[in-house]
């Protein structure tokens, strides 16, 4: 994971969460598995996922958690709900 900026916001790359995953790379089978299972980058980040997004996937996809929708989708969207409330 790498530090984003001086906020210290840790994002997983897309090579870093292929390799994790068991993928050769970036190809077109993780991409397809990324899209299955509704991981996105982070807005603005095209090669970059927040980590709270990717567990809270991976743990749906075990049925380690139901899914929830309306949900704030992990740190980078809570912030911004956050920043939206003030």
Do not use: C, H, K
């Amino acid at each position: 994971m790498e530090p984003l900026g001086a906020l210290g916001i840790e994002l997983v790359s897309s090579e870093d969460l292929a390799s994790r995953l068991g993928y050769s790379g970036t190809n077109a089978a993780f991409r397809d598995w990324r899209v299955s299972m509704r991981i996105t980058p982070v807005p603005g980040r095209r090669r970059y996922f927040d980590p709270a997004l990717v567990r809270r996937r991976l743990d749906e996809a075990q049925w380690l958690l139901a899914a929830q929708s309306g949900e704030a989708e992990g740190f980078v969207a809570a912030r911004r709900a956050r920043r939206a409330a003030r």
